[in-house]
């Protein structure tokens, strides 16, 4: 069997496993077990093994390529500010590093020679193995590409691991930290009947500003591209 046979059909087997989990994900979401209460007598079921197992669905759901809005969301209403951040931003690493993985193993060798042809991808490899992390960390400071994109992206270049995931570590850390607080005083908010507080503005500001900026950035690199 050649490796372009044994790559499609390892891709198949993966794609037949993010089928089944999305299909179990949208059972579970239209049985209404996708709420602020389901999430809380989860938790309270698992005890104190409740935040590792949430950051080992998150990175689940992240490694197989599913948006993590949801389960940052949740992880904000189930453990708060404090814990609802590290295991977000814990989640969100570990999954980025097993997207990865499955990029480097599935897709590299099968995408890459194709792409190492063009100009901008031999410059850009070049570039990601010598300056890795500072690649990836600018771009999850300023997040201009899907968060899951980059992922399977970076599988597929010739970052190095260690920077990809030190580069995401240290990134998304901002981001998570804004948008756990603001799904946490929205929270807060709702539990005393939609009451608008300091916190509650300053929090929703900033989220807005973290979602402005990466559209800001990539409107200026464009024009200035022109």
Do not use: C, Q
């Not at 989990?21 to 949208?26: E, F, G, L």
């Not at 409740?50 to 689940?60: C, I």
């Not at 209403?77 to 814990?90: C, K, M, W």
């Amino acid at each position: 069997m050649d490796k372009n046979r044994t790559t499609l059909i390892k891709l198949l087997f993966f794609a037949l496993l993010v089928a089944a989990v999305a299909a179990a994900a949208w059972y579970h979401a239209h049985a209404g077990h996708f709420s602020e209460g389901e999430f809380k007598k989860w938790a309270a079921g698992y005890g104190r093994g409740a935040p590792l197992m949430f950051a080992a669905v998150y990175a689940l759901a992240v490694s197989l390529g599913f948006p993590p809005t949801p389960l940052t969301i949740a992880g904000g209403l189930v453990f708060g500010r404090g814990l609802g951040t590290a295991l977000n931003a814990v989640g969100l690493t570990l999954g980025a590093a097993g997207a990865f993985w499955v990029s480097r193993l599935l897709l590299h060798g099968f995408v890459a020679p194709r792409l190492e042809k063009r100009k901008w991808f031999g410059d850009f490899n070049e570039g990601v193995e010598k300056n890795g992390f500072y690649y990836v960390l600018f771009i999850r400071l300023l997040p201009i590409f899907p968060y899951g994109a980059v992922n399977f992206a970076a599988g597929i270049t010739r970052v190095r691991f260690v920077s990809f995931l030190l580069g995401t570590a240290l990134g998304v850390v901002p981001h998570v930290f804004i948008f756990t607080n603001a799904v946490v005083e929205a929270g807060e908010s709702a539990a005393h009947g939609l009451r608008v507080t300091t916190g509650l503005v300053f929090s929703l500001a900033l989220a807005a500003l973290a979602v402005a900026a990466p559209l800001l950035v990539s409107l200026y690199l464009k024009r200035r591209a022109r």
